[in-house]
Structures are given as C-alpha cells and as structure tokens.
C-alpha cells in the first residue's frame, strides 16, 4: 500500500474513532476470554471454543434479567443462573444451544442415581455390544483409532437404547460428545481439525511413528482409555450437581436460530444485554465443531450442514452472502482502500464486511426495542484487517448503534490484537487500530 492510501487509511479511522468516547480497561483482557471455563465447575462440561467469565455480570453491573443473543455454550446464562438472576440466551450452532440447556438444567435426586447407575453398568463392562451406526461425515474413519470408535459407538448405543428418561439421556450424551476430541484422532486447531499422528516442525508437519503416539497418547489398552474417558467426564459433572442447588435454574431460556431472526420473536425488557457475535475474520465455527455436530446427531448430511452455515451470521465465506445489505458509507470507504489484487478481494470479503455489519445493525435494532430504560448493551468484538486495510469493527458498531438510537456509546478497549504475518508490512503504523473492546450502548 502506498503512503498515499495508508495517510488516506489513518485518517479514516481517526476521524471514525474522534466520534466515539475512549477507554483503557486492560482489566476486562483476561474476562472476555475466560481460560478457566476448562476447569471451572458446570462450565468444564464441554470445552467451547469462546466463553466469557460470569465475573463480567459483576463488573459490568448487569442487572435482574439479561440477553445474551449470542450465547455459545451458555457461560453468561449459567452465572445468571448461579446468581439468582433471569436470561435468555440465542445461538444458531444447535451444539451450542444443546451444552447450554443441559448444563442449565439441573437433575433431580432421583435423574442423578440413574446416571450412578448408568456408570457404574459402563464399569462392569456390561453395555451393549452392537454399535450405534457411524455418521456420514466423510473423514468418520480417520478420526478414532479403530478400536476407540467401537467403544465410542457401543457406549452411544448404551446410551440410546437403555435410558429412557429424556434429561437422563442429554445429559449422558453431554459426556458422551465432550469426551471425543479427548479420545480421539485428531484435535481442533485454528478454523479446523488436525490429525495427532502429525507433529508440527519448524517449516511444515512430519508424520510420527506408527504405533509411538497412539502409546503415549492412549495407553497399551484404547478400549480401557475411552471408557475411562467417558466415566471419568460423567463423574465430573455428578460432582458438579452439588452446586447447582444454589441459584436460580428455571427462569433461563435458550433457543436456537439467527439471533437477528429469533429476536424480534422475543417480548419483554431486558436490562442488560451482553454478547460478542462472531468476529468479521472469516472463522467458520461449523467447520471447527464439525466432529461433534455430525456425531452427537445435530446434522446427518452435507446439505443440512450447508443449511446451517446457510443461516448464520454472514461473518465467514461459507454464510448466505447473496443477502442484500443495507449499505454504510465509512466501511464502503474503507474497502475502497483495499488491494484489488488481493486474496481477499477475490474471496467476496466485501461482500462478507457489508453483510457483517447490516447482521448486526439488524441485531442492535432489536437490542433497543428491548432495553428497559436505564438498561445497557454490552458489545465484545474485535477488529479485523484485510488487503492492507484495517476493518474497526468496534467505532463502526458504536457508529451503527447510534444510528439505531442509542444516545450514548462508549469503548473500551480491552487489549491489542496480533496483525497476521501478510498483513504486517501493509500495515505499518497502524497497528494500534488493531484491538478487541467491548462497545457500551444506552
């Protein structure tokens, strides 16, 4: 990019940061990316890729009743929950939405003796030997060693066909589908999966020895492993049900769809709403959980698969991007500035960047019909940068807010962002426009 374009860039995105009201809080980094949910009782149940700190209801003030239309696997919902406070929460990944009504739904006395007794049936080794039918998903084979997928497959089928109790089953099945990645084949990396039996060197990956990894990884008896893996998950959650008896379970509500579709369904105030929507970096969250969604049964072909990226927000390449939107002149602007001959530019971005944030003007529209007055929205996001041109997608939602009909808006930026390798030399001196914040509308 030339000096010329990147004078041009700078003084784009001053003028769009001097309209919005500036905050340092370094304090909020470790609170939007919550590392302790691996471990953090409820939370641990399934390992989500994203997930706030319930911490951030208490930092932020967030009032009684709160909307999360984003809410993932339901961090934010399960410490509303643990605080005696309503949500309702809005997720179009239906994996999503399944973790989070089965951790919000604590089991009786009676629901928690059938999952003893369904483990200590899996102990005695006295569970079905006919195996659940594998799914269609066309690397199925390559991601179990084989005898780990006929356990797997024998336990699902324990599963099926022994318990008829319905929050029993969703529960059983939790553990079930949170044990896979750990026995399996593979592992999520980046926006996809990779494969264990390669090990990354410095310029590229190299095979390890057959038989070597799957020792170390897996021990002398894979059968053993994956049946211990599964109890072990379901032990874990029993010793979590004791501290459900605090809080509020049953006011929480989840539902699955498009979260600008879903919400102009929802009546009522709230007074307070929180969520971080995909970022605009192309990341396929499908892709990434795909492993799960095609085993635990929420799709069974390609095309339903399809159909899910189909209807989700238009944040990556796989979405509906021949949606009209609605246009923005600051981010026609800046597109404007990017490389013609650039990657991006040949991959639709654009068309991705204008469908991104007319999903989202859609979103705060129905944010504002909701706030009750005095309430607060509450927006976690983070810039992106493409063909030399860096994409604030913070100032251009408090923009958008705005224009919607809040009053106020205010960011605070919660820590910098990496700038990919490619992007660096375009880049240069601009790199402090690359950050995630969270945007406060009222």
Not at 308 to 318: D, F
Request: hydrophobic residues 40%; glycine residues 8%; aromatic residues 8%.
């Amino acid at each position: 990019m030339t000096s010329t374009l990147l004078r041009t860039q700078e003084s784009m995105l001053r003028e769009l940061d001097s309209r919005v009201e500036f905050a340092m809080r370094p304090d909020l980094a470790s609170l939007v990316h919550w590392k302790q949910n691996n471990t953090a009782p409820v939370h641990r149940w399934y390992r989500y890729r994203e997930g706030f700190s319930p911490k951030l209801i208490d930092v932020l003030g967030l009032g009684d009743r709160i909307l999360d239309p984003f809410a993932g696997s339901g961090s934010v919902m399960v410490g509303a929950a643990e605080r005696g406070l309503s949500s309702a929460g809005i997720d179009v990944n239906p994996l999503a939405t399944f973790v989070a009504g089965v951790k919000l739904a604590p089991l009786s006395r009676e629901q928690i003796a059938m999952v003893g007794a369904h483990i200590e049936l899996i102990q005695s080794g006295r569970f079905a030997t006919e195996e659940w039918p594998i799914p269609a998903l066309n690397i199925a084979h390559k991601l179990f060693e084989p005898t780990i997928m006929t356990a797997m497959m024998q336990l699902r089928r324990t599963i099926e066909d022994h318990v008829d109790d319905d929050a029993v089953h969703r529960y059983l099945l939790l553990a079930w589908i949170s044990s896979l990645e750990s026995v399996g084949s593979y592992f999520k990396e980046g926006n996809g999966i990779k494969y264990r039996n390669m090990k990354r060197a410095p310029i590229s990956y190299v095979r390890r020895p057959e038989g070597e990894w799957q020792r170390a990884r897996f021990g002398d008896d894979q059968r053993a492993f994956a049946v211990q893996t599964y109890t072990r998950r379901l032990q874990d959650m029993l010793e979590d049900e004791g501290r459900i008896d605090r809080g509020a379970w049953s006011p929480q509500r989840i539902e699955t769809g498009n979260a600008a579709e879903v919400l102009p369904n929802l009546h009522g105030e709230m007074d307070s709403i929180l969520f971080s929507p995909p970022y605009a970096n192309r990341f396929d969250y499908f892709e990434a959980l795909k492993v799960e969604l095609w085993f635990g049964g929420f799709v069974s072909t390609y095309e339903e698969l399809r159909k899910l990226r189909k209807s989700s927000m238009r944040s990556h390449l796989a979405s509906d991007l021949t949606q009209p939107s609605a246009s923005l002149e600051e981010l026609s602007g800046l597109i404007a500035l990017m490389d013609e001959s650039s990657y991006a530019m040949r991959t639709r971005v654009p068309g991705l960047l204008a469908g991104y944030f007319d999903d989202m003007r859609k979103v705060l529209e129905q944010c504002r019909r909701l706030l009750a007055r005095g309430g607060r929205v509450f927006v976690v996001v983070g810039n992106s940068a493409y063909a030399g041109v860096i994409v604030p997608s913070d100032a251009l939602i408090a923009e958008i807010g705005r224009r919607v009909g809040f009053s106020n808006v205010r960011v605070s930026v919660v820590r910098p962002l990496a700038v990919a390798p490619q992007q660096r030399l375009r880049l240069d001196g601009l790199s402090q426009y690359m950050r995630e914040s969270v945007v406060e509308l009222w």
